[in-house]
């Protein structure tokens, strides 16, 4: 008999043909896929960000799948089985490299090209303590951090799932089973009743070991057909661990929360009605606004309206994937925005609508460390802004966060720990619970990021980290939006001394060279200097790291002539700064010489300047038309050295002296010419 591979110390404390024996009692080998178990895979893929996540049966000379992501097999062979290995530990089994493991570093499933990398797996466990097989998840990639404490509760929380499941199934199964055979065998009223209280002992056995929520309910319904009330005929004791609710045995929805949402009475009307199970998660605003992920079928005979429900609370699961969401979109959100009142207001909101706060606030603690100043934050409709110079000791005794970088937390501003003034003027603002953390800035200030809340509230360790990673990114994101002010300040400040000093430059140079008979040297300096200067503007509004080739275009051939004398198009794109300064004084050359010679010489020239992207190069054109006849010069100078050598000195030069006017292409690779980020 295939058995599990003996490639491990570990001595199981049970027996392989119990272990089997107890698997065939469920019944569930070589059964089709049912979303109840899909769910629970897709659930334990998402929170890993695995690709692979499985519930998994070892079964006798096999593993077989129950459900899987990322496999796209239903089973494989034992002596492959990672999770052979895993019902082996006694607990849940993480290894976060398995080519350092020595009972997994020869698996072909590792050692093959892009193979299993790292494993994580949670038993399931029969109520005898028999592992009948894991739900584990996968991945390609090693994980030497291994996982969060919060990650294997979530991992061993679903293999319990998946173990209520079978369990539940095989007593309903052994009920239906139990109750033909017993009333066939037994004759007579009292038989056939003491059978059915057999069943209903087992029934009820499991019914209350349950960690899941459990009721069965009656529904009651208006003359249109509308589900308007339901009635609990039994709950099992997790119902009031799950929901808060006690003693709901024989009363009525509405009279323990009159408030409940009318979608969870559509939905049991529905299933009351038809027969069709549900499966679905919901919030319930009357119970603390907890989720629920929710099963529900209709039991008995369709006229009695029963509907059984077993359900989960996931709450905590919810808010983590609400958190995190907030986070990414914040990250994104707060890159957008230009000013600091922005910023602060918009990321409060974020986290105003994530924790359901009322207000939410970042200000900085001043230099007496007395007050907090808010520019801008976010309030609830109905809720005062904070926005303004405020006291610390208003917003709840924070004076000890000058000196303690800890979070201050409160559950209940009522409470005793809290000063009577304190409370006058946080009752005052419809505060009855907060969450205040400081941030050290670069510049050795000070920062506060509140949370308020106007129902008292147990703050978790989860809320508080969110907080606090919140804060980190609005601090981070007021800190660059004020380094990039101070910097636009240096930018003006370096552009307004730079135009001085080629300013002085010209001014040297006409004063050196007044007495020079020939002025056109001196004029033709004057206008490199001059487009020097435009480049250097279209840098400037780039912080001096690009330009964008339009401006750079435009700025050079205004100052030569009229700008609607030329015709520019091209896509956009970043030169960097060397090429910014090139360009400018290629252009400046062609445009010269077109004023001088060519085109811009008569009244009706004109000239087109085009560029485009093509095979991971920079093609520039140039075409003058409705000038003279024009001819290639028979002395080179400066300037038609300069239009040799190209966009940025590396030649790619063609030129044409037609009759119809003179052209120029010039090409100049991507990687030479293009702005880097």
């Known amino acids: 008999m ?10 199981p404390s049970w027996d392989e043909r119990d272990r089997l024996a107890a698997l065939e009692r469920y019944a569930i080998l070589d059964t089709p896929k049912e979303s109840d178990f899909e769910d629970i895979v897709r659930l334990a893929a998402d929170t890993f960000e695995a690709p692979i996540a499985v519930v998994n049966l070892i079964a006798e000379g096999r593993q077989w799948f129950k459900a899987e ?40 499933l590792v050692t093959m090209a892009d193979g299993l990398r790292f494993y994580a797996g949670a038993l399931l466990k029969t109520e005898e303590g028999l592992p009948i097989g894991t739900v584990c998840v996968l991945d390609r990639a090693p994980r030497p951090q291994g996982i969060t404490p919060h990650q294997r509760l ?14 539940l199934r095989r007593v309903i199964g052994l009920q239906h089973t139990h109750a033909l055979q017993l009333e066939a065998e037994i004759s007579g009223r009292q038989q056939a009743e003491a059978a059915r209280r057999l069943t209903a002992d087992r029934y009820r056995s499991l019914f209350n070991s349950l960690d899941a929520g459990f009721c069965i309910v009656e529904l009651k319904f208006d003359a249109g057909g509308a589900a308007v009330d339901y009635r609990f005929l039994e709950t099992n004791p997790a119902f009031a661990r799950q929901t808060g609710i006690s003693g709901a045995d024989g009363k009525w929805m509405r009279e323990l929360a009159p408030g409940h949402e009318q979608p969870w009475l559509d939905i049991y009307g529905d299933v009351a009605t038809t027969g069709r199970p549900a499966r679905f998660e919901n919030p319930a605003k009357t119970q603390e606004e907890r989720w629920y992920d929710v099963q529900a079928f209709r039991v008995g005979e369709p006229a009695a309206r ?42 409060s909101k974020m986290v ?16 007496s460390g007395e007050h907090v100043i808010v520019e801008s934050d976010w309030s609830a409709d109905g809720y005062e802004s904070l926005a303004g110079k405020r006291h610390l000791s208003d917003l709840g005794d924070l004076q000890s966060m000058r000196s303690d970088d800890r979070p201050v937390v409160v559950s209940d501003v009522l409470s005793a720990a809290t000063s009577a003034a304190s409370q006058e003027v946080l009752g005052g603002l419809g505060v009855r619970s907060f969450a205040a953390i400081t941030i050290m800035d670069p510049d050795g200030s000070t920062s506060l990021f509140m949370v308020h809340a106007a129902q008292p509230r147990n703050w978790t360790a989860e809320d508080l980290v969110f907080i ?14 004020e380094a990039e002010a ?20 010209m001014a040297i140079a006409k004063q050196t060279f007044r007495s020079v008979a020939d002025q056109a040297p001196v004029e033709v300096f004057n206008a490199r200097i001059q487009a020097l200067s435009s480049a250097h503007m279209a840098l400037l509004e780039q912080r001096w790291m690009k330009a964008n080739i339009a401006d750079v275009v435009n700025g050079v051939l205004g100052t030569v002539d009229d700008i609607a004398r030329f015709d520019t198009r091209g896509p956009s794109v970043d030169l960097d700064a060397r090429s910014a300064l090139s360009m400018s004084l290629l252009l400046h050359e062609l445009s010269t010489n077109a004023l001088k010679y060519g085109a811009l010489s008569e009244p009706a020239g004109r000239v087109s300047i085009s560029w485009e992207i093509f095979a991971d190069q920079l093609i520039l054109r140039w075409r003058e038309s409705g000038g003279p006849e024009v001819a290639q010069p028979t002395r080179t100078g400066f300037g038609s050295r300069l239009i040799n050598m190209g ?18 292409d010039f090409k100049a690779s991507l990687l030479q010419v293009e702005q880097r980020s």
Not at 2 to 11: A, D, F, K, S
Not at 323 to 340: C, H, K, P
Not at 468 to 481: I, L, P, T
Not at 654 to 664: I, N, S
């Open 306 to 347: 029963l509907v059984a429900i077993l359900f989960n609370d996931i709450t905590e699961r919810r808010r983590a994937e609400l958190r995190r969401t907030a986070l990414l979109a914040m990250g994104d959100r707060l890159r957008s925005l230009q000013t600091v009142p922005g910023i602060t207001s918009e990321a």
């Open 468 to 481: 606090r990673n919140a804060g980190d990114r609005v601090a981070s994101s007021v800190a660059r939006r």
């Open 69 to 108: 992501v990322g496999i796209g097999a239903r089973e494989l062979p034992l002596d492959v089985s990672i999770c052979a290995h895993a019902i082996l530990q006694g607990d849940t089994m993480v290894v976060p490299d398995t080519r350092l493991d020595d009972r997994l570093a020869r698996n072909p």
């Open 2 to 11: 295939l058995g599990i591979p003996r490639v491990t110390p570990n001595r």
């Open 647 to 664: 966009l940025v000195g590396s030649g790619g030069v063609e030129l044409r002296y037609l009759p119809k006017g003179f052209e120029a």
């Open 352 to 367: 105003g609508e994530t924790l359901d706060a009322i207000r939410v606030a970042f200000g900085r603690i001043d230099a």
């Open 154 to 167: 979530t991992l061993e929380v679903l293999a319990r799932l998946v173990m209520q499941q079978l369990e």
């Open 486 to 505: 101070f910097q636009q300040m240096l930018n003006l400040e370096l552009s307004h001394r730079m135009k001085n000093t080629l300013t002085m430059v």
